[in-house]
């Protein structure tokens, strides 16, 4: 295995083996724990690229906190809306404030649903249902990241305690926010040590199992903690309760003696051990936030005044209080550290915005929900976290389509398309559409402006289909000219248009 990583660095090709490759935690903890940082960020942006892993660049906000008015969570709420940003609900304000307004807590998440599409992902939630707590909690001026490492305790003498029960009083109700929400966060720190800064993991799994049941993804958070004894629990953890996104909390929970060097590589680590292949922190200095970013991180989670993510990520000691307005500095961070034009292509902007989660919720549509994400075709799953999370929001409901695979297939079963097809796009939803075409066709043509990501398509799909898949060498006009019908797999609507527009006859899903 460590021969595999060290390769995996230079050569996208080895990095794809390792992607199919069997693997543990431990030995993907030691492989990468030997690399320097510089080799640990090439390996993490590896594995950042399609189809390996997610590509995208996102911001979650979290919009509440126990002593907001509520029309300042409506507003927040509906300004991330706007932006294209998921909003993180922190259950136990949205309880405080409902119950300030004399209001029943469901009925106020209820409200923001209805308010807003961008998906909802639900933390701070228990078996219970929102996780109450004491107001030395909820009130919290965040001495621990305005501090700094090294903390092993709260320097506030907290301990993780709750108000059980008025928990207890929402129970009938628990499974009603799942249902609501996106994704729901697990805090599995108690098993890294942090008992005093998280549920117990036996009510983790709880959640977790309920989150499953209705379909919604799971985010697993963890901490940077020692950088390897730590990594390793936290991983297997997150593994074993079948987590889809696993979330890296640094600041003063990244205790190792080379602070920075860690977080890269628990980020790299992150990237391969991810079954969802989404990677974010909800808790890192804007040194880790950097670096992470230089090695692969998805998505930084940040928030409004008064919500405790609005400082735990992007600032650094002496800096990170309560008060502080996380999101545009976080915005800010990543435009300096991502190039506009990531593997996506250049329709695709870092940080991602409501444009880009509606051509993700079109490419669901086109495919259908049901055959995303963990389902595979040939070696890899087909789509990422992102796509089960997006089917649970309302931008799925609204996306509007042209064609899904189904009515392409209705199109060839009635003799409309004919025996050859060009795919223009080698990405999910064409991998999705030569399937669906497989048998019905005796050739799909794939052409993908990325010839690592055209040959990589045409491969895989060759191991699973029964349709010769063959490759255009990116080159469109020779796929559209090679085929009887072109169909434009792009979501983008923009790049859908060019390509519809630039050959005559081209079947758009959008």
């Known amino acids: 295995m460590h021969e595999m990583v060290k390769e995996a660095i230079n050569d996208m090709n080895v990095a794809l083996e390792l992607s199919k490759s069997k693997k543990d935690v431990i030995s993907i903890v030691d492989a990468i724990s030997s690399l320097s940082r510089e080799e640990s960020m090439q390996l993490g942006k ?142 599995l720190t108690s098993a890294q040590g942090g008992e005093g800064h998280a549920a117990p993991l036996k009510e983790a799994e709880i959640v977790a199992q309920m989150a499953k049941k209705y379909g919604k993804g799971i985010e697993a958070i963890m901490f940077i903690g020692d950088g390897y004894e730590d990594l390793i629990t936290g991983f297997s953890t997150a593994l074993d309760m079948q987590a889809d996104v696993i979330v890296l909390e640094g600041g003063p929970f990244n205790l190792s003696s080379h602070r920075l060097d860690d977080f890269a590589k628990a980020v790299a680590m992150a990237r391969i051990l991810a079954p969802g292949k989404v990677v974010a922190t909800n808790g890192a200095y804007e040194d880790e936030c950097r670096v992470g970013l230089r090695s692969g991180l998805n998505a930084i989670i940040t928030g409004f005044p008064q919500n405790h993510h609005g400082y735990m990520c992007g600032y650094s000691p002496g800096t990170a209080k309560r008060g502080n307005f996380g999101l545009p500095r976080v915005m800010q961070i990543i435009r ?16 991602i915005g409501k ?101 990589v398509t045409v491969d895989n799909l060759n191991s699973a289909l029964k349709s010769d898949i063959s490759r255009a060498k990116s080159n469109d006009k020779k796929a559209h000219d090679s085929a009887q019908t072109s169909i434009v797999t792009s979501t983008i609507p923009g790049l859908a248009q060019k390509l519809s527009k630039n050959f005559q006859g081209t079947i758009s899903l959008v």
């Open 46 to 187: 590896n594995f950042k690229k399609f189809p390996l892993g997610c590509d995208l660049t996102e911001i979650l906000v979290g919009t509440c906190a126990s002593d907001l008015e509520k029309i300042d969570l409506m507003g927040n709420c509906r300004v991330a809306d706007i932006m294209g940003h998921g909003i993180h609900v922190c259950a136990y304000a949205f309880a405080d404030i409902a119950e300030n307004y004399g209001m029943k807590p469901l009925d106020l998440f209820k409200e923001i649903r209805e308010s807003t599409d961008v998906p909802i992902d639900l933390d701070h939630f228990g078996k219970y249902g929102p996780m109450r707590f004491p107001s030395n909690i909820v009130r919290c001026s965040g001495d621990c990241y305005y501090q700094g490492p090294s903390l092993k305790e709260c320097p506030r003498g907290r301990i993780h305690s709750r108000l059980l029960e008025k928990e207890k009083e929402g129970l009938f109700d628990c499974e009603e926010w799942i249902k609501l929400a996106s994704s729901v966060a697990i805090n």
């Open 336 to 351: 300096e550290e991502i190039n506009s034009a990531c593997a996506c292509g250049e329709q695709t902007r870092a940080p």
């Open 355 to 455: 444009e880009e989660l509606e051509a993700l919720a079109a490419a669901v549509k086109v495919v259908g929900p049901e055959n995303v994400y963990p389902k595979k075709i040939g070696d890899s799953v087909l789509g990422d976290a992102h796509w089960v999370c997006i089917a649970q929001s309302p931008l799925y409901s609204k996306a509007r389509v042209q064609h899904t695979t189904s009515d392409i297939v209705k199109m060839a079963e009635n003799g409309e398309i004919k025996d050859n097809v060009a795919l223009m796009g080698g990405r999910f939803v064409s991998w999705a559409m030569a399937s669906a075409l497989d048998g019905l066709v005796d050739e799909i043509i794939i052409s993908d402006i990325d010839p690592w990501v055209e040959r």
